[in-house]
């Protein structure tokens, strides 16, 4: 899929902000746009959250969902791709896992959900990470481009808001300034957002990341469109060596050694973390105690609190 920057095929994708700033300096008006727009406290009812190393596909008539989105993106990146015809919709928060997977995946996802809406182009847009001393975000980004230009159709890039477009320099070290968005489904509008609800089995969705194992690294689809229900798993990670030590660390050395950027970190990264460490503790063998039969879990949204819950499925 070669990328089309500002309407013109690109015969070599820019793998910086900085060079794509430098052949299309209008992107920067695009970021300042997002950055400039008020910021949305979300609540659970018609949310999807798509958690690290995730993705969905959503479309406008679906009942089920209002809102897809994603947050604490320091040196992540969070993925929208967009058809403009049929409005589907498919989001990941990557941080350098399976990138190339995904953009393939994201492309599939939308593409087999617009089939009947001859109409329309692929849209694509970035939002996350920042210039911060390791260059996390950057690699990430050129990483993220790479991955779309190497497909075969065409998509257009119309938001790049990363890296040093998202970078406040303020306070002594450099710090993101959007860390998470939203995307209405139905009006097509991408906001910055924040989602103090992060949907169900967050600890054990998170455990995937902070582990190894054969399903670690796979950015998994989490959101099953036939049926208009959150599917999590089935997937294992290793035991994590040295669990119990980590919960007796102090809060900053948890932060400073289990986080690429500890100084942009939200408050609530250390307590999740923990929360995770629990989880992991209790359940060393997720595919003995928590997938036994090898089946996926599967919650719907209930219609009297809009909320995910669980269904046997």
């Given at each position: 899929m070669v990328v089309v920057l500002n309407g013109v095929l690109a015969d070599e994708c820019p793998t910086s902000v900085r060079a794509?700033?430098?052949a299309h300096p209008g992107y920067r008006d695009a970021a300042?746009?997002?950055?400039?727009?008020?910021a949305r406290v979300v609540a659970p009812p018609g949310l999807l959250y798509v958690g690290q190393r995730e993705l969905a596909a959503v479309v406008p008539h679906d009942k089920n969902v209002t809102i897809i989105g994603s947050d604490d993106a320091t040196s992540c990146i969070i993925v929208v791709v967009r058809h403009s015809g049929s409005g589907a919709v498919a989001l990941a928060h990557l941080d350098g896992s399976g990138t190339a997977e995904a953009a393939a995946a994201m492309v599939a996802k939308v593409q087999q959900l617009a089939v009947g809406y001859p109409e329309g182009r692929l849209e694509l847009q970035l939002i996350g990470g920042f210039t911060d001393p390791?260059?996390?975000s950057d690699e990430l980004f050129a990483n993220i481009m790479l991955s779309f230009h190497r497909l075969t159709e065409e998509i257009d890039l119309t938001l790049a808001c990363c890296c040093e477009l998202n970078t406040a320099?303020?306070?002594g070290s450099p710090s993101p300034l959007v860390t998470g968005v939203g995307v209405d489904i139905r009006a097509g509008d991408l906001f910055p957002a924040t989602f103090p609800d992060k949907g169900?089995?967050?600890p054990l969705r998170c455990a995937r990341t902070i582990t190894g194992?054969?399903?670690s690294s796979q950015v998994l689809d989490i959101y099953d469109n036939a049926v208009g229900m959150v599917r999590i798993g089935p997937f294992s990670y290793d035991p994590l060596r040295g669990v119990d030590l980590w919960l007796e660390?102090?809060?900053d050395f948890i932060l400073h050694h289990l986080s690429t950027t500890p100084n942009a970190e939200p408050p609530h990264f250390v307590h999740n973390i923990r929360v995770t460490l629990k989880f992991i503790q209790q359940h060393p063998f997720p595919a003995v105690t928590v997938f036994p039969d090898s089946r996926p879990h599967y919650y719907r949204r209930d219609e009297q609190t809009g909320c995910w819950i669980?269904?046997?499925f």
């Open positions: 794509l700033l430098a300042a746009q997002l950055l400039a727009a008020a390791h260059r996390y320099l303020g306070g169900p089995e967050l194992g054969p399903n660390q102090a809060d669980p269904v046997r």
